[in-house]
C-alpha cells in the first residue's frame, strides 16, 4: 500500500492563537504542516519564534483575497481601505475580467514573495478555497511553477458520513453539500491543468463536508472511505484557547492532539507526512 495523509493547519498567522496551536500541534501533536497568510495579524510572530521552533514543518503559502488588507494597491479587490471586499461568488463572476485578473496576480506575487523571502516554503493553497475558482487556479498553478512551489491543493472530497445526527441535521451540513459539489466539480477541471505542469497534488481532500464541525471522528471516518493507494489532504483551522472555549477551532486543535487518531491513520494503512514527502 502506498497511502500518504497530510494533516494541514490552515491560517496560520492569522492571530496568536492559530500560531500557538501550530507550534503545539507539530511538536506535541499530529499535525505536519502549515499554511501561513502572508496578510495575518501574527504574520511577524509566526516567522520569527512560531517556524524557527518547528524544523520539521512543512510550510505553505496561504493566499487570501477575501478576508483582512491586501499588500499591494487592488482596488477591483478591495474597498477604499484596502480590505478585501469580494464574496465567492463575486469572485467567481470577476475572474473573466482581464483587469481584475491582472490585480489578483499582482496581489498573489507579492504575498509568494513576502513568504518566500523570509521562509522555505514546499506547498500552496489559499483561504476559503478562492484559487480553487478556475480561472484562479490557472494563475495560481502559473504562478507555482514559476516560483518553483511543487504542491499546490485541489478539493476533491469523497463523500461520506460519520455516525451522528447532530452533525447532519442542521444548515451548515446541507451548505457543505453544496460546497462539495462545486469544489469537485472545480478539481475535475482544474487537474486538466494540472497535466500540464509537472506539480503535485492530493487526491482526496478532507475537510469540507463538516466544516465547522471537525474533529478526530470526522478525520478517522474521512480516511476509512479511502480504501486505494492515494494522497490525503485533510485542512483544519486549529486555534489553541482555553479549555472551556467552545469554539469549533479550538475543537479542531484537540484533532492534533489526538494520538488515538494517529494510531487510527497507521492502522488504515496510511503514512503520517508532510508536503515534502517525496524530496
Given at each position: 500500500?502506498?497511502?500518504?495523509?497530510?494533516?494541514?493547519?490552515?491560517?496560520f498567522?492569522?492571530?496568536?492563537?492559530?500560531?500557538?496551536?501550530?507550534?503545539?500541534?507539530?511538536?506535541?501533536?499530529?499535525?505536519?504542516?502549515?499554511?501561513?497568510?502572508a496578510?495575518?495579524e501574527?504574520?511577524?510572530?509566526?516567522?520569527n519564534?512560531?517556524?524557527?521552533?518547528?524544523?520539521?514543518?512543512?510550510?505553505?503559502?496561504?493566499?487570501?483575497?477575501?478576508?483582512?488588507?491586501?499588500l499591494?494597491?487592488?482596488?477591483?479587490?478591495?474597498?477604499?481601505?484596502?480590505?478585501?471586499?469580494?464574496?465567492?461568488?463575486a469572485?467567481?463572476?470577476?475572474?473573466?475580467?482581464?483587469?481584475?485578473?491582472?490585480?489578483?496576480e499582482?496581489?498573489?506575487?507579492?504575498?509568494?514573495?513576502?513568504?518566500?523571502?523570509?521562509?522555505?516554503?514546499?506547498?500552496?493553497?489559499?483561504?476559503?478555497?478562492?484559487?480553487?475558482?478556475?480561472?484562479?487556479?490557472?494563475?495560481?498553478?502559473?504562478?507555482?511553477?514559476?516560483?518553483?512551489?511543487?504542491?499546490?491543493?485541489?478539493?476533491?472530497?469523497?463523500p461520506?458520513?460519520?455516525?451522528s445526527?447532530?452533525?447532519?441535521?442542521?444548515?451548515?451540513?446541507?451548505?457543505?453539500?453544496?460546497?462539495?459539489?462545486?469544489l469537485?466539480?472545480?478539481?475535475?477541471?482544474?487537474?486538466?491543468?494540472?497535466?500540464?505542469?509537472?506539480?503535485k497534488?492530493?487526491?482526496?481532500?478532507?475537510?469540507?463536508?463538516?466544516?465547522?464541525?471537525?474533529?478526530?471522528?470526522?478525520?478517522?471516518?474521512?480516511?476509512?472511505?479511502?480504501?486505494?493507494?492515494?494522497?490525503?489532504?485533510?485542512?483544519?483551522?486549529?486555534?489553541?484557547?482555553?479549555?472551556?472555549?467552545?469554539?469549533?477551532?479550538?475543537?479542531?486543535?484537540?484533532?492534533?492532539?489526538?494520538?488515538?487518531?494517529?494510531?487510527?491513520?497507521?492502522?488504515?494503512?496510511?503514512?503520517?507526512?508532510?508536503?515534502?514527502?517525496n524530496?
Open positions: 500500500m502506498n497511502k500518504k495523509f497530510i494533516l494541514n493547519a490552515d491560517d498567522g492569522m492571530s496568536e492563537y492559530y500560531n500557538k496551536a501550530v507550534l503545539n500541534g507539530i511538536n506535541n501533536g499530529i499535525l505536519t504542516s502549515a499554511s501561513l497568510c496578510n495575518g501574527n504574520f511577524e510572530e509566526a516567522i519564534e512560531i517556524i524557527p521552533q518547528c524544523p520539521n514543518m512543512s510550510v505553505g503559502i496561504h493566499l487570501n483575497i477575501i478576508e483582512g488588507k491586501s499591494t494597491h487592488c482596488p477591483l479587490l478591495t474597498d477604499d481601505n484596502g480590505n478585501f471586499n469580494n464574496g465567492y461568488v469572485l467567481i463572476l470577476k475572474s473573466f475580467d482581464k483587469n481584475f485578473m491582472a490585480q489578483v499582482q496581489e498573489f506575487r507579492a504575498q509568494i514573495e513576502k513568504i518566500m523571502n523570509l521562509t522555505k516554503v514546499d506547498h500552496i493553497d489559499s483561504h476559503v478555497h478562492t484559487h480553487a475558482i478556475p480561472n484562479i487556479f490557472r494563475l495560481t498553478v502559473k504562478l507555482a511553477k514559476e516560483y518553483n512551489i511543487p504542491y499546490i491543493r485541489t478539493q476533491y472530497e469523497k461520506y458520513l460519520i455516525p445526527l447532530k452533525k447532519h441535521l442542521n444548515i451548515s451540513y446541507f451548505v457543505n453539500i453544496l460546497k462539495i459539489i462545486l469537485n466539480t472545480f478539481t475535475i477541471i482544474n487537474k486538466q491543468v494540472l497535466k500540464k505542469y509537472d506539480l497534488t492530493n487526491d482526496f481532500l478532507i475537510g469540507v463536508g463538516y466544516t465547522g464541525m471537525m474533529d478526530s471522528t470526522t478525520i478517522e471516518y474521512g480516511l476509512k472511505a479511502l480504501k486505494n493507494d492515494c494522497v490525503a489532504e485533510a485542512l483544519i483551522h486549529p486555534c489553541k484557547y482555553d479549555e472551556l472555549n467552545n469554539d469549533s477551532h479550538h475543537y479542531e486543535y484537540l484533532i492534533t492532539q489526538d494520538k488515538d487518531l494517529g494510531n487510527k491513520i497507521n492502522k488504515f494503512g496510511f503514512e503520517l507526512v508532510n508536503h515534502s514527502y524530496e
